[in-house]
């Protein structure tokens, strides 16, 4: 069976002059803990990344987002910051931050981290005086209450990593709330002062050099000042929570106390207003029960954040008509606010799509190849990965080889989230798959992940990796695909998708998906009529019918058309 899509040459390059650099990017995640390991210790760091750009610049891409790389405890891998302004030593120093700006920008990547606003490490300044008493000037940084009457918490709000999200502290004999680990300390965006200081910490990196945010948990930074209880959540409440496993006592409440507040809203002008003195761009994380009018409410056009994304596709449902209804409710929020989406099949937090959306559970190239081209077919931005572009499979973690705090706490129906955290495959041949020097890696690489290493694809045409180069390559040229409307048409069976692209002014690019073991016939409406092979374009394995009327989709195939 040939591949979906044949690589390509690059085509020339459309983009946006100016600050709109970001609106249709594509952004590559890297997870420094697994990127790659420039001093053997077993854990990535920056050095690691900068060494490897070349490779992400040779992708195609136009930005890389970073994952934490603060003074951390390392509690929750970062994502716990105890200082801002310091780089962890695991990952290096400030020095080679600046390096890595530097190496970036020289080969024409933006660099977007990762900053987490809506708590802290418990170990940070700020909670340490904090918790010293009840009357210091940051006595009022974090969420404090007193206990109910029994010494239960406050109310019945719940972490995100299951229990309750109050912690008891005994020095000032009241609880804290987490929203995720009790190391996660949530601060009190009510406090004019924690707002002051948390733009303070995004301006030092601004000076710094980079060229966005993504941020962390975006609808978590404010909580209901009257910290009244959750309601609980309905029968089909529950079965909708996209965010968190079902087993998760989370999904039983409804969440409006604790996160999404309006107040949000306001702290987000004024976090847009420090980024449009840099030039800087943001995107923003939003984890919640009803996602699509919080991402079109917090990227309201030139005043709030400029893009966001939810975890609508990061679910183990994979079929056309869930893809389409959360592409087109999102297009239909937009329409009222004038923002922009972002969209990701796959990061650091779940299984990744290559396991996730196949049968079975059993991963296929040409499945990878077709997820590639459908995310980077969707109106919007795009985050891509580390390892997607190498259709890496969900790695199989043992127990005792677990790190995840959140898979401890839920073994064994959930295993946590090491499996999409291990190790980055460079070279198949040389120790740790070119990870590192030799040495034991924080998590054991995938159990045939070398086999799908960067220099064993390099070599095939048809692989994974330079079929995502091809995708890339050509979609630069595309400005249809990278700011046009999107236009669904109905499409038979349940892993079909058929959608135009339009630009003024240029063809309307026409796709088909068909993201199931099945070959499909995909009928097409009378007003799909004069179809034409999209010229330059990566080729579709699809075969159009002699009258035009029906594409036959082979098993995990695309199909692309102009008209």
């Avoid at 060229?211 to 404010?222: S, V």
């Avoid at 092979?533 to 989709?553: F, I, K, M, N, T």
């Amino acid at each position: 069976m040939s591949a979906p899509f044949a690589a390509t040459s690059p085509a020339c390059d459309s983009d946006r002059a100016g600050q709109d650099w970001w609106r249709g990017a594509v952004i590559y995640q890297i997870y420094p803990r697994s990127f790659a390991d420039s001093n053997n210790d077993g854990v990535g760091d920056l050095r690691g990344i900068t060494e490897h750009l070349d490779y992400v610049a040779h992708l195609g891409v136009d930005a890389i987002w970073v994952s934490p790389f603060f003074k951390s405890p390392m509690a929750d891998f970062g994502y716990d910051v105890a200082d801002y302004r310091q780089v962890d030593p695991l990952f290096g120093t400030l020095d080679d931050f600046d390096a890595l700006i530097t190496r970036a920008h020289a080969l024409g990547l933006k660099v977007m981290i990762d900053q987490v606003l809506s708590h802290t490490s418990v170990e940070h300044a700020w909670f340490r005086a904090s918790r010293e008493s009840r009357d210091n000037p940051r006595a009022d940084w974090y969420v404090w209450a007193d206990p109910q009457p029994d010494g239960t918490p406050p109310n019945n709000w719940l972490s995100v990593f299951g229990g309750s999200a109050w912690q008891w502290d005994s020095q000032r004999r009241q609880y804290y709330q987490h929203s995720f680990l009790s190391s996660q300390a949530d601060l009190n965006f009510h406090h004019p002062d924690v707002q002051d200081a948390l733009l303070g910490e995004v301006r030092f990196w601004c000076e710094r050099g980079v060229d966005g945010f993504r941020f962390d948990a975006c609808n978590h930074q404010f909580h209901d000042a009257q910290l009244r209880s959750n309601p609980p959540a309905t029968a089909d409440e529950q079965a909708g929570v996209s965010t968190v496993r079902p087993d998760n006592p989370y999904a039983m409440q409804r969440h409006l106390y604790d996160k999404t507040q309006p107040e949000n809203l306001a702290f987000l002008e004024r976090l847009r207003a420090v980024l449009d003195e840099f030039g800087a761009a943001s995107i923003g994380e939003v984890g919640d029960e009803h996602p699509l009018p919080v991402m079109a409410d917090y990227t309201e056009a030139g005043k709030r954040l400029h893009m966001a994304y939810s975890f609508a596709l990061l679910t183990p449902e994979a079929s056309g008509p869930h893809i389409r209804e959360q592409v087109e409710g999102l297009e239909a929020e937009l329409a009222r606010t004038g923002g922009w989406g972002c969209w990701a099949l796959s990061n650091h937090d779940v299984p990744r799509v290559a396991t996730r959306w196949a049968p079975h559970g059993q991963p296929h190239d040409h499945l990878s190849i077709t997820l590639l081209a459908l995310l980077l077919s969707l109106k919007g931005s795009v985050c891509l990965y580390q390892g997607e572009e190498l259709g890496l499979p969900e790695a199989d973690i043992p127990f005792e080889r677990l790190q995840d705090p959140y898979g401890k706490a839920f073994w064994p129906r959930f295993k946590g989230r090491d499996g999409c955290r291990t190790p980055m495959p460079w070279w198949k041949d040389a120790p740790q798959a070119g990870f590192n020097a030799g040495a034991e890696p924080w998590l054991p690489l995938g159990l045939d992940h070398a086999d799908r290493a960067v220099d064993v694809q390099e070599l095939e045409p048809a692989s994974v990796l330079s079929q995502t180069r091809g995708l890339l390559a050509w979609r630069r040229g595309q400005p249809a695909l990278r700011w046009g409307k999107i236009v669904f048409h109905h499409a038979q069976g349940p892993h079909t998708l058929l959608f135009e692209r339009r630009w003024p002014g240029q063809p309307a690019l026409v796709l088909g998906f068909n993201l199931g073991s099945r070959a499909v016939n995909l009928l097409l409406p009378d007003t799909l009529g004069g179809l034409a092979p999209a010229q330059g374009a990566p080729l579709a394995s699809a075969v159009l019918s002699a009258d035009g009327r029906e594409w036959h989709l082979p098993p995990y195939s695309a199909a692309l058309a102009t008209r």
